[in-house]
C-alpha cells in the first residue's frame, strides 16, 4: 500500500501544522475525539484529547458515543479495537494506514487456526481458553470471542488469566510470550508449566506430554522494541546509578522482568514516574518517546532509557506525524476509515467487552 500526502501537507512547517489542527479541531468540537497512545511523538500526543494505553483508549472509544470521528493517532489493531467498541455512528480514522504492529503480523490467522485444530486432540473446545493480547488482528479477537475467550492488555492480563483458569484447565495466549511468560509467573505458575508453541514448527515443536502437562501454552511472538533489554543493562545501570529504579514493561523478557524493581504496563510507569520522589533515578525499559516525554514532564527527576542506546523506537508508533493528522482533520471526510466488518466485528466485541467488564 502506498500513502503520501499532498505537498501543502508535506511541506508545511509544525507552527503551521499546529495553528491547522486547532482551526480543525474548534470547527468538529465534540464531534471529534483525539487518541493518542503513549508512544507516540511527543508533539502529536499534545494535540491529542486522550493520551493512555491501549486498555485505557479502548475504553476511552466506547465511552465517548457523542464523538462521531474518531482519530487514533496509535497502530492497525488500536484503531481496528476502537471501530469494533463504537457504535455504527462512529467512525474511526487512522492518521497513517501503514502504522502497524510487527508483534501483532507474528500470528497469522492461518496459523492459530492450524494450531487450534491440532489442541482440539487435546480437548481444546472443553478445556482451553483462547486469551488474546490487545495486539492481534480483528480476526483473531474474533476466533477468541467465537470460541468462549477473552481479550487483555498488559495492564490487565492477570485478571484474564483468572477468568480463563476460572473456566477452563489451560490457557493459549498469542502472540507474546513475553507478556504470557511474565504473567503465568506473577499468576504463581511454575515454569513447567509453560510451553511455547512454535508456529514455524510440526506440533508447536512440541510433544503430547508437553501439552497434557501445561497450563499455559503461549505463541512465540514478541516485541521487537521491548526484547533488546537484557539482564546486563540491568546490571551496568545499577553498577553506574547508585539507588537507580529499574522499571520495565511486561513485554520485556522474563529475566530482565525479574531483576527490574518494578514492571507494569506504560500506564503503570506513566504512573510511577510521576509518583516517584523528587530527585529519583528511574532507568526505564519501554519505548523512548514514553520514555523522552517523562523525562521532559518531570525534570526534577531522573529519567532514562535502561539500555543507554536510545534505540528502543517503535518505528511503526514513530510514523504518524503533525502532517498525518492534519491531514486526517481537514479531510475525514475523504479518507477511508478503518472498518471490521461482520461477522468479525461481533465475534471480537464479545472477547473485548469481557475484556472491559473483568478489568
Ligand atoms: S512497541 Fe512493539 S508491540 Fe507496541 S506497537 Fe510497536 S512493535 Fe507492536
Known amino acids: 500500500m502506498y500513502f503520501y500526502l499532498p505537498k501543502q501537507y508535506l511541506q508545511a512547517t509544525s507552527d503551521e501544522l499546529k495553528d491547522r489542527i ?29 493520551v493512555g494505553d491501549s486498555y485505557g483508549l479502548a475504553k476511552i472509544a466506547a465511552e465517548h458515543k457523542e464523538a462521531e470521528i474518531i ?22 480514522f487512522l492518521p497513517n494506514p501503514l502504522a502497524g504492529c510487527p508483534m501483532a503480523d507474528m500470528a497469522e490467522m492461518a496459523d492459530v487456526m492450524e494450531a487450534w485444530e491440532y489442541l482440539k486432540r487435546f480437548g481444546a473446545e472443553e478445556r482451553i481458553m483462547p486469551i488474546t493480547y490487545m ?67 510440526d506440533s508447536g515443536g512440541l510433544v503430547d506430554e508437553q501439552i497434557e502437562r ?35 514493561h511486561p513485554e520485556c523478557t522474563p529475566e530482565v522482568v525479574s531483576l527490574a524493581d ?47 542506546q536510545t534505540c528502543p523506537v517503535c518505528a511503526n508508533m514513530y510514523r504518524t ?9 481537514e479531510n475525514w471526510a475523504d479518507i477511508k476509515p478503518i472498518t471490521v466488518p461482520e461477522p468479525i466485528r461481533s465475534e471480537a466485541l464479545l472477547a473485548l467487552k469481557k475484556m472491559l467488564e473483568i478489568s
Open 22 to 50: 486547532a482551526t480543525a479541531k474548534k470547527k468538529l468540537g465534540k464531534r471529534l475525539c483525539i487518541l493518542t497512545h503513549h508512544y507516540q511523538r511527543i508533539e502529536v500526543v499534545e494535540q491529542g484529547d486522550y
Open 71 to 92: 482519530v487514533f493517532c496509535g497502530v492497525h489493531f488500536m484503531a481496528e479495537a476502537a471501530d469494533i467498541l463504537t457504535d455504527d455512528h462512529q467512525t474511526v
Open 135 to 201: 495486539n492481534t488482528t480483528a480476526g483473531l479477537k474474533a476466533f477468541t470471542g467465537r470460541y468462549g475467550g477473552v481479550v487483555c492488555t498488559s495492564s490487565n492480563a492477570v485478571n484474564a488469566f483468572k477468568y480463563g483458569f476460572d473456566q477452563k484447565e489451560k490457557l493459549f495466549f498469542f502472540p507474546d510470550e513475553n507478556l504470557g511468560y511474565n504473567t503465568g509467573l506473577k499468576f504463581g505458575m511454575k515454569p513447567e508449566e509453560i510451553v511455547i508453541w512454535d508456529f514455524s514448527r
Open 214 to 248: 501445561a497450563k499455559l501454552i503461549l505463541w512465540k511472538g514478541h516485541c521487537h522494541v521491548h526484547i533488546i533489554f537484557t539482564t546486563e543493562h540491568v546490571r551496568q545501570v545499577r553498577e553506574q546509578y547508585p539507588g537507580v529504579k529499574v522499571v520495565v
Open 262 to 308: 518494578a514492571h507494569g504496563s506504560t500506564s503503570f510507569i506513566v504512573k510511577y514516574c510521576a509518583e516517584a520522589p523528587p530527585g529519583s533515578i528511574i532507568a526505564i525499559g519501554t519505548e523512548i518517546s514514553l520514555i523522552n516525554r517523562m523525562a521532559q514532564q518531570y525534570p526534577d527527576k531522573k529519567i532514562f532509557e535502561l539500555s543507554g
Open 321 to 329: 506525524t503533525l502532517n498525518d493528522l492534519a491531514y486526517t482533520l
